[in-house]
């Protein structure tokens, strides 16, 4: 597939991960002529596998992106690597503005830029983010199963995320790291299902052969552990959402901020729809698919009103004349 950009599209989609693909899949399939720009900074980048994908559980997270594009690309779509860095308003169609400076122009706009995940300021987990230090049990509790594993307290979800993670090992300890240690009916709850509660700040993993073997404290305190959940802050990548007038929205759960859309992804920019992960901050890739199939159905169905209502226009003309 040539990387050589027509002047139009139909759509341009910016950002080429499962959201995006799946939504330039949808428009594809429906005779549009739709573009992916794709950054190549996918979020599960780091991790070996998808799961809970239904029929590609286990699948390497490039090589469903690989068949994504290899899809796209069989029903006419194009996908280009690079950035889309600006997008403006231009009467009856917006421009996109890449990285490297070319321009086009679509009717329509469909933004699928993921999310950044801000880790905490604790040595080591950047390193170990999505091998032993997880973000998600469903994505990743089953291989850790029966391990001895470990929940980086200090953020909103830190009990939620503890009384889960139970679920996959007997054997969880929560570090309440720079929060509180949890009293009341929390404490009750975490000894009821035996999760043992370890007070103070945590200052670093230890790594021994290219694993997590433990939790160091502040006051040197090791604590052996096989496996840590971390719950991140999810920013999304609004960057390119900004330059349109639009801004991020504080997710009401208090874990990150995410562009406000309808329940097909609609902005409140007329003509451009999010999809994934910088609208919907807890999707995993099975629901980013389908929010960007969503999308691209709604964006499709829009463009059909807008031709039916150009070609009832020139129909007019003509009986006119």
């Known amino acids: 597939m040539t990387d050589q950009l027509k002047n139009e599209y139909d759509v341009v989609v910016a950002g080429g991960g499962a959201a995006g693909l799946s939504g330039a899949l949808m428009l594809g399939r429906a005779r549009r002529s739709v573009l992916v720009i794709d950054a190549g900074t996918p979020r599960n980048a780091p991790a070996e596998a998808v799961h809970g994908f239904l029929s590609r559980d286990g699948i390497n997270p490039a090589e469903l992106l690989k068949t994504g594009r290899a899809?796209?690309?069989?029903?006419?779509?194009?996908?280009?690597?690079?950035?889309?860095?600006?997008a403006a308003r231009e009467g009856e169609r917006f421009s996109v503005t890449l990285a490297d400076g070319r321009q086009v122009f679509a009717r329509r706009l469909l933004v699928t830029t993921g999310l950044v995940d801000e880790l905490p300021e604790v040595a080591g987990l950047r390193e170990r983010w999505g091998h032993d230090v997880l973000h998600c049990p469903y994505c990743h509790g089953w291989e850790v199963r029966d391990q001895a594993l470990g929940v980086l307290g200090g953020g909103p979800m830190a009990l939620h995320q503890t009384l889960l993670l139970r679920q996959w090992s007997a054997d969880v300890t929560l570090f309440s790291h720079t929060a509180a240690p949890p009293s009341g009916d929390e404490a009750e709850q975490l000894a009821a299902r035996s999760i043992?509660?370890?007070?103070?700040?945590v200052e670093?993993?230890?790594?021994?052969?290219?694993?997590?073997?433990?939790?160091?404290?502040?006051?040197?305190?090791?604590?052996?552990?096989?496996?840590?959940?971390?719950?991140?802050?999810l920013m999304a990548?609004?960057?390119?959402?900004?330059?349109?007038?639009?801004?991020?929205?504080?997710?009401?759960?208090?874990v990150g901020e995410y562009i406000a859309s309808d329940e097909a992804g609609l902005t409140a920019v007329p003509g451009v729809?999010?999809?994934?992960?910088?609208?919907?901050?807890?999707?995993q890739v099975s629901g980013a698919v389908a929010g960007g199939?969503?999308?691209?159905?709604a964006i499709n169905a829009d463009l059909i009103t807008e031709d039916t209502r150009l070609a009832v226009e020139t129909h007019r003309e003509r009986n006119h004349d």
């Not at 043992?196 to 700040?201: A, D, L, T, W």
């Not at 990548?237 to 208090?254: F, V």
């Not at 729809?273 to 999707?283: E, P, Q, R």
């Open 293 to 297: 199939a969503f999308a691209g159905a």
């Open 237 to 254: 990548r609004s960057a390119l959402l900004t330059t349109l007038g639009l801004e991020t929205t504080a997710h009401p759960m208090g």
């Open 196 to 201: 043992k509660v370890v007070p103070g700040e």
């Open 204 to 233: 670093s993993l230890e790594i021994v052969d290219d694993h997590l073997t433990g939790v160091r404290l502040h006051d040197g305190t090791v604590v052996a552990r096989q496996a840590l959940l971390v719950a991140t802050r």
């Open 71 to 86: 899809e796209i690309e069989g029903y006419g779509g194009q996908v280009v690597p690079g950035e889309a860095v600006a």
């Open 273 to 283: 729809w999010v999809a994934g992960n910088v609208t919907d901050l807890i999707a």
